[in-house]
């Protein structure tokens, strides 16, 4: 694909525009933001003027009709993705870019993975992280330690993430208006879970699948989980290869920060992967390389490489535009995804006994 992608947006509200639409309006040698379609007119008008969008859009069929799209970004809720993703497969398949997770349920997650059966495209699930540079810069160091073995073996992998500022100012610029979003309906609920089990499980779901997600990428291999702690802070598991891993979900607060890392230890030495908050601009996060040489007297040796200025969810647009043009795989789609909805099955039960 010689040409500038062109991207259709299915709804600009709030992650819509902050994390995606100006990500994608500001990336004219890579691509053109074509049209959107946005069910709040005037939000539709407002927001296309400001990021200079031709086409606007009350529905996405209409869109989707008429333009002449590469790839769609459908910035919607989780809860809609069963039943929504699959309707814009069927009016044309092309890749469509979601936000995490690829939905609330797993019946809901199978839907989208039928809707994609012999097609020749693909759902991009956006786990930003993934897309940070200091993850993908880890990633490849973990994956080259692992085979050189010059550390040793992998033993250990941790994930921390208190809740704390995730928007960093990321919102300030926001466009807004009174309009009220039309009532559209929900999937239904997992078929195995009551109402009461549903909502936890959505509740844990929104909050935590990005670490149970970027568990499975750093390791490199599934995993299972093995314990969940009765006061819900502590996920344990282990990988397919026997390693332990665990998520440490809010043992405390940090309402002023966001101080969100992975450890990643080997026998002799470690990565460790910070992270900023999910919508802080121009700003990538950072990663320490700690060795112990096998040689005995020789000095041990810490690293931290020097990553460009450029955040998580601009690298992710950029990604998506790769993907679409066939120069590289998502770095999550749809038939992986749907295993962070199993394991976050796997921890509820061990949670609540349901």
Known sequence: MSKKVQIGFVGVGTMGQMAHLRNYATLPDECEVVALAEVRPELGRKVAARWGVPKVYTSHEQMLKEEKLDGI????????????????????????????????????????????????????????????????????????????????????????????????????????????????ANDPRASDMDEATFTKYVGFVNYYIHQVNLMRHLLGETYKVTHADPAGV????????????????????????????????????????????????????????????????????????????????????INFIRAIKGEAKPPCDAHEAIQDLQVAREYLKLFTGK
């Open 234 to 317: 502590l996920l344990v598991g282990q990988s397919a290869g026997g390693v332990t891993c665990t998520i440490e979900m809010s043992p405390y607060t940090t309402p002023q920060v966001w101080e969100e890392s992975a450890l990643i230890a080997l026998e002799r030495g470690y990565v460790d992967l910070r992270l900023p908050a999910p919508l802080a601009l121009n700003r990538a996060g950072s990663v320490e390389v700690y060795k112990e040489p096998s040689k005995e007297g020789a000095a041990p040796s810490r690293m931290s490489p020097t990553l460009p200025w450029t955040h998580a969810m601009r690298q992710q647009a």
């Open 73 to 184: 970004v459908a910035s919607q809720p989780f809860t809609r993705h069963g039943a929504m993703i699959s309707e814009l497969l069927k009016i044309r398949s092309i890749p469509v870019f979601i936000e995490k997770p690829l939905a609330a349920s797993i019946e809901a997650a199978q839907k989208v993975l039928n809707a994609l059966e012999g097609s020749k495209t693909f759902v991009m699930v956006g786990y930003h992280k993934r897309s940070d540079p200091a993850t993908m810069w880890a990633k490849a160091e973990i994956d080259r330690l692992k085979s050189t073995g010059e550390i040793g073996k992998l033993k250990y992998v941790r994930i921390l993430m208190p809740a704390g500022d995730w928007i960093a100012g990321g919102f300030n610029d926001l466009i807004q208006t009174d309009e009220k979003v039309p009532a559209m």
